[in-house]
Each structure stands twice: as C-alpha cells, then as structure tokens.
C-alpha cells in the first residue's frame, strides 16, 4: 500500500511537472514596409491542452498613410525537422498611420519537440 501511494504520488508530481522543452523567447521583431511587429512566445502545459505556446505581443504602422490588410501570421516550427507543427493568423484589417494593436493566439505543440516561432507579415 505504501509503495503505491508513493508511485501514484510520483505521477502526480510529473504530471504538474511536465512541460514543453521550447528555448524561451527574448522577443522577436518582424517588418514589411512601413508595418512592424514585436512578438514573444511563451510554452505551457495544462490538462485539457496538454503543451502550448502563447504568441503575444503588438503591431504598429510607422508610414504616413494607411495600411490595408494587415495580417500577421505565426508558424510554430520543429527545430529538429524543420517542419510546421502549427500556424495562425493574426487579422488587423486596415492600420491608420501612427495606429497600433495588440495580439495573442495560441500556437499547438508537443511535450517532446523543441520550437521556434516564425513570423511574416502579410499585405
């Protein structure tokens, strides 16, 4: 009885535990033309989802006109493989001169792979 206690115990604890190996991300920055874009990802672990990351950060329009649709778009890649694990995208519409916004999305990894998060503009 006692021994399984412990190894139920043991479980519990490495479930908690566990967690994606992803290096941390200082914060990156993107451009295209007068649009830029600072982002960072951040990997967690949680029950329902298991590993994931979290893309989050602003965009900004630096020209003097506008902007149409600005899109940011976010590939999780294996840096073993070289593959996309997972991709979304980051809707702005139409950015004034000078207007900013902010974002986050939820990027799908898993526990045993090491990423990197590349980033493109779009428009």
Request: aromatic fraction near 10%; glycine fraction near 10%.
């Amino acid at each position: 009885m006692k021994k399984t206690a412990i190894v139920f115990l043991l479980i519990i604890v490495g479930v908690f535990l566990a967690g994606c190996i992803t290096t941390p991300n200082a914060g990156q920055d993107t451009a295209r033309d007068t649009v830029r874009a600072h982002y960072e990802y951040h990997d967690s672990w949680s029950i329902g989802l298991g590993c994931y990351g979290t893309v989050s950060g602003y965009a900004y329009n630096t020209g003097n006109t506008s902007v149409d649709n600005v899109v940011l778009n976010f590939n999780l890649v294996d840096t073993r493989t070289g593959t996309i694990r997972d991709s979304r995208s980051v809707f702005f519409g139409t950015m004034e001169a000078g207007q900013s916004g902010t974002f986050e999305s939820v990027l799908d990894g898993e526990c045993t792979q090491q990423y990197q998060v590349i980033s493109t503009i779009i428009k």
